[in-house]
T-cell receptor
Framework: SQKIEQNSEALNIQEGKTATLTCNYTNYSPAYLQWYRQDPGRGPVFLLLIRENEKEKRKERLKVTFDTTLKQSLFHITASQPADSATYLCALVITGTASKLTFGTGTRLQVTL | DAGITQSPRHKVTETGTPVTLRCHQTENHRYMYWYRQDPGHGLRLIHYSYGVKDTDKGEVSDGYSVSRSKTEDFLLTLESATSSQTSVYFC???????????????FGAGSRLTVL
């Protein structure tokens, strides 16, 4: 069966360190993968996307990698700040699926001073 | 939330009653979606629409129906609410992201539904 797995345990890191979140998937051949941020009581907000033929994408302090052999995406936040504390969701898009996204359950990141 | 309004934001209802959640967008997007979010399950697609009167099922569509009579409004109806439909419901639209070169979702603020 198809599955998207994100670490359900919260990730606690110290301010200034790099946070790395993992998204693993099985039995999918995604056209691209997207990362969203969700704050409590709010809807998810799009951050970055990466295509199947791309290895890495960057946006300011954010970096996403995509390894279709390992079926894994890593999401990095460098120089993390308390304001980065949120839940981060990965989502897959399959080619020809009318932009229907399939989401992982998300990983909560807590950045402490 | 980028022109997406969900109503009501909170609702408590009893088992067996009908419930309608409304999603209104102001940006004329073609694709609209309804997701539910539950602990341990993440966001799951209920139904989506690709135009006026054009809708299709998602992975958890049982017990739900949708209608889209106008581009700007996408309604989600629970004909007879059950306790298992207690959840947070998110509406989303799909729009082109120029930087990424693909469609991405913009979500509403969510509607929290409690079925007693």
């Amino acid at each position: 069966s198809q599955k998207i797995e994100q670490n359900s345990e919260a990730l606690n890191i110290q301010e200034g360190k790099t946070a790395t979140l993992t998204c693993n998937y099985t039995n999918y051949s995604p056209a691209y993968l997207q990362w969203y941020r969700q704050d409590p009581g709010r809807g998810p907000v799009f951050l970055l996307l990466i295509r199947e033929n791309e290895k890495e994408k960057r946006k300011e302090r954010l970096k996403v990698t995509f390894d279709t052999t390992l079926k894994q995406s890593l999401f990095h936040i460098t120089a993390s700040q308390p304001a980065d504390s949120a839940t981060y969701l990965c989502a897959l898009v399959i080619t020809g699926t009318a932009s229907k996204l399939t989401f992982g359950t998300g990983t909560r990141l807590q950045v402490t001073l | 939330d980028a022109g997406i309004t969900q109503s009501p934001r909170h609702k408590v209802t009893e088992t067996g009653t009908p419930v309608t959640l409304r999603c209104h967008q102001t940006e004329n997007h073609r694709y609209m979606y309804w997701y539910r979010q539950d602990p341990g399950h993440g966001l799951r697609l209920i139904h989506y629409s690709y135009g006026v009167k054009d809708t299709d099922k998602g992975e958890v569509s049982d017990g739900y129906s949708v209608s889209r009579s106008k581009t700007e409004d996408f309604l989600l109806t629970l004909e007879s609410a059950t306790s298992s439909q207690t959840s947070v419901y998110f509406c989303a639209i799909s729009a082109w992201d120029r930087a990424g070169g693909a469609n991405v979702l913009t979500f509403g603020a969510g509607s929290r539904l409690t079925v007693l």
